[in-house]
C-alpha cells in the first residue's frame, strides 16, 4: 500500500496535553482544579530545532483545548495553522492553549482574592514549565487572545514587559465604559427571576449551567466583579459595581475595574507595550459588545502616549472570527521568526 501514516489526530505535526501541577492555584477560593491541561500543538520542524512560542488565550467561558478540535467540517485551529505550514504560507511556531477556566467563566488571567492568582499562574508557572518541556527558542514568544483572552494577553504584555515580543489582541475587552455598561443593565433584567439576588442565580447555574436570555449577561457582569472587584469581606467575596435596585453606578466600585482597563492601564504601564516589537489590534464592525468604539478609543490613546502598534478593522462580528486567529498567527510567527 502507497503512502504514509499520519498522526492519529491529523496533523502533520504533533498535538499534545500537557499536565501542570500550579502552586499558585492550589487552595483557590473557587474550588477549581490546581492541575491544569496545558493544550500544546508542535509543527513537525521541532524535532530538528527549537522553535518561536505563540500563547493564545481562550475567551470568556472558553478553554484551551477546544483548540485541538478535529472534527472534519469544524477543525480546530491548531489543525488548520497545521495545515498553513504544510502549504507553506506561514513561519513555523509551538502554539500554547493555556486552560483559566473557572467555576465562574474565566479568570481574566488576573490575580483576584476572590477567583485566584491566575497572573502569578500565568507568568511565573506556565511560561517556564513550557521552556522545560518544549523546544521553545529562547526570548522569542507571543501572546495572543480573543475577547477576554484579547484583554489578557494585554494585561499580561502590560505587567510583565520583555516576556513577550510581540502581542495581538482579536476583539479584546477595552473601554469597559462601552463593552460592559450596558451588560450591566440586561444583568439587572437576568437577575429579577432571582429576586435580584446573584447568590440564588449562581446557585441556579451551577445545577443547570445553560445561558439562556439574559443569564449570559448576569455570569459575564459577576464573573468581571470576581476578578476586578474582589473583596474577602462581602457574602460573595466580590464587589459589583452598580446598585442592585436602581442600577446607579457606585463610583468606589467603578474605579477598581477602570484601574484594569487597557484605555487606563496602558498609562502607567506603558513600557511594557513599547517593548513590543509587533503590537497587533483589531476588532469587527460588527461586534456586539461595541468593542470596536472602544478599540478605537484605546489605539488613539496609544498613539498619544507613542506606542508603536496595527490597528485593523474588519466586517465582522464578535463570533465565529476564528478565521481571524488564522490571519493573526502567521503574523505573530513572522514577528518572532529569526531565520
Same mark, same amino acid.
Given at each position: 500500500?502507497?503512502?504514509?501514516?499520519?498522526?492519529?489526530?491529523?496533523?502533520?505535526?504533533?498535538?499534545?496535553?500537557?499536565?501542570?501541577?500550579?502552586?499558585?492555584?492550589?487552595?483557590?477560593?473557587?474550588?477549581?482544579?490546581?492541575?491544569?491541561?496545558?493544550?500544546?500543538?508542535?509543527?513537525?520542524?521541532?524535532?530538528?530545532?527549537?522553535?518561536?512560542?505563540?500563547?493564545?488565550?481562550?475567551?470568556?467561558?472558553?478553554?484551551?483545548?477546544?483548540?485541538?478540535?478535529?472534527?472534519?467540517?469544524?477543525?480546530?485551529?491548531?489543525?488548520?495553522?497545521?495545515?498553513?505550514?504544510?502549504?507553506?504560507?506561514?513561519?513555523?511556531?509551538?502554539l500554547?492553549?493555556?486552560?483559566?477556566?473557572?467555576?465562574?467563566?474565566?479568570?481574566?488571567?488576573?490575580?483576584?482574592?476572590?477567583?485566584?492568582?491566575?497572573?502569578?499562574?500565568?507568568?511565573?508557572?506556565?511560561?517556564?514549565?513550557?521552556?522545560?518541556?518544549?523546544?521553545?527558542?529562547?526570548?522569542?514568544?507571543?501572546?495572543?487572545?480573543?475577547?477576554?483572552?484579547?484583554?489578557?494577553?494585554?494585561?499580561?504584555?502590560?505587567r510583565?514587559?520583555?516576556?513577550?515580543?510581540?502581542?495581538?489582541?482579536?476583539?479584546?475587552?477595552?473601554?469597559?465604559?462601552?463593552?460592559?455598561?450596558?451588560?450591566?443593565?440586561?444583568?439587572?433584567?437576568?437577575?429579577?427571576?432571582?429576586?435580584?439576588?446573584?447568590?440564588?442565580?449562581?446557585?441556579?447555574?451551577y445545577?443547570?449551567?445553560v445561558?439562556?436570555?439574559?443569564?449570559?449577561?448576569v455570569?459575564?457582569?459577576?464573573?468581571?466583579?470576581?476578578?476586578?472587584?474582589?473583596?474577602?469581606?462581602? /457574602?460573595? %467575596?466580590?464587589?459589583?459595581? &452598580?446598585? !442592585?435596585?436602581? +442600577?446607579? =453606578? *457606585?463610583?468606589?466600585?467603578?474605579e477598581?475595574? $477602570?484601574?484594569?482597563?487597557?484605555?487606563?492601564?496602558?498609562?502607567?504601564?506603558?513600557?511594557?507595550?513599547?517593548?513590543?516589537e509587533?503590537?497587533?489590534? /483589531?476588532? %469587527?464592525?460588527?461586534?456586539? &459588545?461595541? !468593542?470596536?468604539? +472602544?478599540? =478605537? *478609543?484605546?489605539?488613539?490613546?496609544?498613539?498619544q $502616549?507613542?506606542?508603536?502598534?496595527?490597528?485593523?478593522?474588519h466586517?465582522?462580528?464578535h463570533?465565529?472570527?476564528?478565521?481571524?486567529?488564522?490571519?493573526?498567527?502567521?503574523?505573530?510567527?513572522?514577528?518572532?521568526?529569526?531565520?
Amino acid at each position: 500500500m502507497n503512502g504514509h501514516l499520519q498522526s492519529p489526530l491529523g496533523f502533520a505535526g504533533e498535538a499534545r496535553i500537557l499536565v501542570l501541577e500550579s502552586q499558585a492555584l492550589a487552595g483557590n477560593p473557587l474550588g477549581d482544579p490546581h492541575r491544569r491541561e496545558v493544550a500544546v500543538y508542535l509543527p513537525p520542524e521541532a524535532q530538528q530545532r527549537a522553535l518561536p512560542v505563540i500563547y493564545f488565550l481562550a475567551g470568556f467561558t472558553g478553554r484551551g483545548q477546544k483548540y485541538l478540535e478535529t472534527h472534519p467540517w469544524k477543525p480546530g485551529v491548531a489543525q488548520l495553522y497545521d495545515r498553513m505550514l504544510q502549504a507553506q504560507q506561514a513561519p513555523p511556531a509551538i502554539l500554547v492553549f493555556p486552560d483559566c477556566f473557572t467555576k465562574l467563566g474565566g479568570s481574566q488571567y488576573v490575580n483576584s482574592s476572590a477567583v485566584g492568582a491566575y497572573e502569578d499562574h500565568f507568568a511565573n508557572e506556565l511560561v517556564p514549565f513550557v521552556d522545560k518541556q518544549l523546544p521553545t527558542l529562547p526570548g522569542r514568544r507571543a501572546i495572543a487572545g480573543k475577547s477576554s483572552g484579547g484583554f489578557g494577553a494585554l494585561h499580561l504584555c502590560m505587567r510583565h514587559a520583555g516576556l513577550f515580543q510581540a502581542c495581538a489582541s482579536i476583539s479584546g475587552d477595552c473601554h469597559f465604559e462601552y463593552s460592559l455598561g450596558s451588560e450591566f443593565l440586561a444583568a439587572l433584567r437576568g437577575l429579577v427571576p432571582y429576586d435580584m439576588q446573584p447568590a440564588r442565580f449562581l446557585e441556579a447555574f451551577y445545577a443547570d449551567p445553560v445561558l439562556r436570555g439574559d443569564a449570559h449577561a448576569v455570569l459575564n457582569v459577576l464573573a468581571m466583579a470576581a476578578c476586578y472587584s474582589p473583596n474577602p469581606n462581602s /457574602e460573595l %467575596g466580590f464587589d459589583l459595581p &452598580f446598585d !442592585l435596585e436602581t +442600577g446607579e =453606578r *457606585i463610583q468606589s466600585v467603578w474605579e477598581r475595574w $477602570l484601574a484594569l482597563d487597557p484605555v487606563v492601564a496602558c498609562e502607567s504601564n506603558a513600557q511594557g507595550l513599547r517593548d513590543l516589537e509587533l503590537l497587533h489590534l /483589531e476588532c %469587527g464592525l460588527a461586534d456586539e &459588545f461595541h !468593542l470596536q468604539w +472602544g478599540l =478605537r *478609543i484605546f489605539a488613539r490613546k496609544l498613539t498619544q $502616549l507613542g506606542i508603536a502598534h496595527e490597528h485593523v478593522e474588519h466586517e465582522g462580528g464578535h463570533m465565529s472570527i476564528d478565521h481571524r486567529v488564522l490571519e493573526i498567527l502567521p503574523k505573530l510567527a513572522r514577528a518572532l521568526d529569526q531565520n
